[in-house]
Each structure stands twice: as structure tokens, then as C-alpha cells.
């Protein structure tokens, strides 16, 4: 099953450790099988607000994904986009194929009784 690295961007300072950051991610990833989904473009809110920008990177599953974090790797890189940028990162597992929202009403129908 996919997993996702989602970061919501919500300020940014210029800096060259941003820079730095950008060059040496991509390095970082690969071993975990890490890949760009989404890199920072402006969004198209189409309902509530969303301030600031996103990224979301896909890995092969929530292990790879975790690892990548943990990696010696990312660690020694990570402060250079801490340092500047202030939001959240999670990481979760997505949906498979043939995934169908209406069997997960069902079962959330059933939970509540």
C-alpha cells in the first residue's frame, strides 16, 4: 500500500539553507523509493482557506516512509528546512487499488451501531 509524506508549507523565509535543502532531498529518497507528487505550487482553494503551499512526496509504503525520516540521510539535511520553514509534515498510508468509499460507510455504519 502507497504512504505519503504531506507537508502543509505555511511560511517560508528565504534563505540558502533552503536551497541547500532542495538540492540534497532528492538523494535522500531514492533509497526509500521516494518521489515528488506534489512540490510547492500554489493552490486552487476551492472551498474554506488553505494558507501557505504543500508537498507531497509518495513512497512504496508507510515503512519506506518512516525510514526515509529516520534516515541519517534526511536527518543531516532536515534542520536546513526547519530553520526557514514553518509547518507540519505527516506521513500516512493511502488507500489501495479498489478502494470504495461506500464499503467504508458501511463499516463506520455498522461501528455506530
Known sequence: ?????????????????????????????????????????????????????????????????RAWYDSPAYRAILRLRTDHVEGDLLLIEGVGPGYDPAERAAKLRTEAG
Do not use: C, K, N
Request: glycine share 10%.
Open 1 to 65: 500500500m502507497p504512504a505519503y509524506g504531506f507537508a502543509h508549507l505555511r511560511s517560508r523565509r528565504s534563505h540558502p539553507d533552503i536551497l541547500d535543502y532542495l538540492e540534497r532531498i532528492q538523494a535522500t529518497l531514492d533509497p526509500f523509493g521516494g518521489r515528488f507528487v506534489i512540490h510547492g505550487p500554489p493552490v486552487d482553494v476551492v472551498e474554506g482557506s488553505w494558507p501557505g503551499s504543500m508537498v507531497l512526496i509518495e513512497f512504496p509504503g508507510l515503512t519506506e516512509a
